[in-house]
């Protein structure tokens, strides 16, 4: 008998060690009459012993039922009677006391204080508590394995804590939102979306007769969730017992409960004033028969979830579903697209045009993005509309079922904005600076630089960016660009490791120095008299402010080589801190030959033209290609043909091809360089999520890095840039270059680019 008792000690030290934390209630003893209580399990019972006994005692002792722990001044008692032990009364004199398990009827287990005369060896009176132990608990998916558990200690349901040892349960996000209902119709595959809690109540609810369970979250938490009950007939019909305007719900009698689920989904993803964290709670609530008496809650239950995180996925992961704009009548890209997404065994979706979008919109203001939890992995479009006002989103009825839709509104509606999902990018996972990034970076084009025509993305949506805490942002410098957008000059493709010692991607940089040292090569080669643009009508070159050029004549145009000098230094400031943020080296990146020029800004009133000018690709831009696993879209360059070989095409394939890569080239020059936009604004890819499940990600997922730090050197070379780009503003334009009237300029916006610490708790 010594082992169990040994071991019922160490697990009633154990159940005491946190007793601080535990709520308490006080009970005193009655020489008249047995004494009645209800105990839930996670509370003590303070028990006044000495009130109630008479100064002629001197001595007592304390036996409880199995399920009942009693603390004595430190003391642990057991139901053994070869341990009992006599204690001298003091006055005041108590004992804890907590249940072990629910009782299996009322007033089921009880515990007795017998009291002495001195010397005496039989009791002169004894002192009955009978308790009903009841236990009350929320039981969510703690441990993130798809299994409703009870947690190691109650302190942890009120924690969310990341990392692959970490605990916390976690919401999805409805991304497609309908109207606010008292009722709702689940499919047995919609009900998968939310994540279970299940109330339960174990012991003899009878004893309860007088109590009521409340369900209860805050004001503001109630406003980004909703939480369902099913109906007692076992339809698909469920009943909303919390959200907007509904912060508590009561349950009903308790005569028969014992156990009840509900179900819960966010409304909103985390965001500058979201944490992401939402708590619920279960309090047991005892009811007074004077209606004058308040209510008096007595035990409180605490879950936390977090809700899941808006992840992007790179170019880098294979694609799924390719969404295509055929009402723009790219029949080149069109088609080729199809073959290769046939090619790679991915479904093809039509999109049709939204004439509020002004053109450029489907990559632009779109991305698809993906949403986990250890039950679920939802997809859906994250949608960025510059047209404010628009009230219907016909994109959203182009998506395949099962993938939502949400709109995040942004602040700067114009046309030339930087406010807008396009001027994003997402890397590979890499490992730079000590940290793992397994979900990649989220790349961020920015003026990076205080200027008064400067363009960035707009707090609200940046901070939404930053508060998804899993592909911590950079910032990179894209404002000298036309639309401002990243893919412009580069881009993430696959690589099969086994070819080349790589990370498993490799990153394409555009390189003004390595077209023009390629046209020299040509030149010095007998080809100077190639044509540029040969295969193009003459019209499609007029209308696209473009003319035939030789090799000679792009050499000798010190304007143009002017203009991507100072595109080379902004290309090079990135390529830098690529390398710092990401963990890159030299052998992976590779840089592909391409050439820009400055113009105005197109699509803009006159009054609202800044007075600078941006770049924009001089011939079709082969960063801008689609990437679908190892096979690329390219759009077709159209360059100098050598033996009927365009170099552009030969000298890509030569840099890509070797790295396991088949590059395939789209003719679509008309609808390339058109006010319309790149074609590659016309498409958009689904792919598959990581493998790498979010929270397993360690401390790094509560730290942001700040922005790039603007130390005197990156001043300088930002401000040399800026005076470039004014002297070259100043010069007059290159033959075959059409300047193009437009207008406005977006409103500067200066913010801190630096990110507070979240606490993960």
């Not at 980004?224 to 919390?242: A, E």
């Not at 509606?413 to 793992?436: F, T, Y």
Request: proline fraction near 7%; glycine fraction near 6%.
């Amino acid at each position: 008998m010594v082992e169990p008792q040994a071991a019922r000690k160490d697990a009633l030290a154990g159940s005491f060690e946190d007793s601080a934390m535990a709520l308490q209630s006080t009970i005193r003893l009655s020489l008249d009459s047995p004494t009645h209580a209800v105990c839930v399990l996670g509370t003590e019972i303070i028990l006044d012993i000495s009130g109630c006994v008479p100064e002629k005692f001197v001595s007592l002792t304390l036996q409880g039922s199995p399920r009942v722990l009693v603390n004595v001044e430190g003391t642990m008692v057991t139901e053994l009677k070869d341990s009992i032990v006599k204690w001298a009364l003091s006055k005041p004199m108590h004992a804890l006391l907590r249940m072990q398990s629910p009782s299996l009827e009322e007033d089921g287990d009880k515990v007795l204080a017998s009291f002495y005369h001195s010397n005496d060896e039989v009791p002169a009176s004894t002192a009955v508590l009978y308790l009903t132990g009841i236990e009350i608990s929320l039981q969510v998916d703690i441990y993130r394995d798809g299994h409703l558990e009870v947690p190691r200690t109650k302190q942890e349901k009120e924690m969310w804590v990341w990392g692959p040892r970490g605990w916390g349960a976690i919401l999805l996000v409805n991304c497609s939102p309908t109207d606010l209902a008292e009722e709702k119709v689940f499919s047995s595959e919609e009900i998968k979306n939310l994540s279970p809690m299940v109330l339960m109540v174990q012991g003899p609810s009878s004893s309860l007769r007088s109590y009521q369970l409340v369900l209860h979250t805050s004001e503001e938490e109630v406003q980004k969730v909703r939480v369902y009950q099913p109906r007692d007939d076992n339809s698909h019909i469920f009943q909303l017992v919390l959200g907007p305007g509904k912060s508590s719900y009561s349950l009903a009698v308790l005569k028969n409960l014992k156990k009840v689920t509900f179900y819960v989904e966010a409304t909103e993803f985390p965001s500058a004033n979201f944490s992401g964290l939402i708590s619920f709670s279960v309090s047991l609530v005892e009811n007074s028969a004077d209606p004058s008496i308040p209510e008096i809650p007595l035990y409180k239950d605490t879950v936390v979830f977090r809700v899941a995180p808006c992840i992007f996925t790179p170019s880098t992961q294979m694609p799924l579903e390719v969404y295509l704009c055929r009402e723009l009548q790219l029949q080149g890209f069109v088609n080729t697209v199809t073959e290769l997404s046939e090619k790679n065994k991915s479904q093809v979706a039509s999109v049709y045009e939204d004439p509020s979008r002004l053109g450029r919109w489907l990559q632009d203001e779109m991305a698809f993005c993906y949403s986990q939890a250890p039950h679920k992995t939802s997809s859906f479009i994250l949608d960025t509309p510059r047209a404010a006002t628009l009230e219907d989103y016909p994109m959203k009825y182009s998506l395949s079922p099962g993938v939502g839709y949400m709109v995040q509104q942004t602040e700067d509606h114009r046309v030339a904005s930087l406010d807008s999902i396009g001027n994003l990018m997402v890397s590979p996972p890499v490992e730079a600076q000590g940290r793992d990034y397994p979900l990649g970076r989220i790349l961020i084009g920015s003026n990076f630089y205080p200027s008064a025509e400067g363009r960035d993305m707009g707090r609200r949506l940046r901070g939404f960016l930053q508060a998804q805490q899993v592909q911590a942002p950079v910032d990179l410098f894209s404002d000298w660009l036309m639309t401002g957008h990243m893919d412009e000059f580069m881009c993430f493709v696959p690589v099969d490791p086994r070819l080349k010692d790589t990370k498993g991607f490799q990153l394409l940089l555009a390189s003004p120095s390595a077209c023009y040292t390629l046209l020299q090569d040509k030149q010095e080669e007998g080809y100077g008299d190639a044509i540029l643009f040969e295969e193009v009508r003459k019209d499609q070159l007029l209308s696209n402010g473009r003319e035939a050029r030789t090799i000679n004549q792009l050499l000798s145009d010190d304007t143009l080589r002017k203009q991507n000098d100072y595109v080379e230094k902004c290309i090079r400031l990135n390529r830098t801190i690529l390398k710092e943020k990401l963990g890159l080296r030299e052998d992976d990146i590779t840089d592909i030959p391409q050439l820009f020029c400055l113009e105005k800004l197109t699509n803009v009133p006159s009054d609202q033209q800044p007075q600078r000018l941006f770049a924009k690709p001089y011939f079709p831009d082969a960063l801008q290609m689609i990437v679908m696993g190892k096979d690329l879209g390219i759009p077709k360059p159209f360059g100098p043909l050598i033996k009927g070989t365009c170099c552009l095409e030969e000298k890509i394939r030569q840099l890509l091809e070797p790295l396991g890569l088949t590059c395939t080239f789209i003719d679509d020059f008309d609808r390339y360089l058109t006010e319309i936009g790149d074609f590659c604004a016309c498409a958009n890819i689904r792919r598959v999520p990581f493998p790498f499940k979010w929270w397993g990600m360690g401390s790094q997922a509560q730290v942001f890095p700040p922005a790039p730090t603007m130390v005197s050197d990156t001043a300088g070379q930002i401000a040399g840039l800026l005076a470039q780009m004014a002297w070259v503003q100043g010069s007059q334009h290159p033959a075959g270059l059409l300047a193009t009237p437009g207008g406005p300029s977006p409103t500067l916006r200066l913010q801190s680019q630096g990110c507070d610490h979240v606490n993960c708790m």
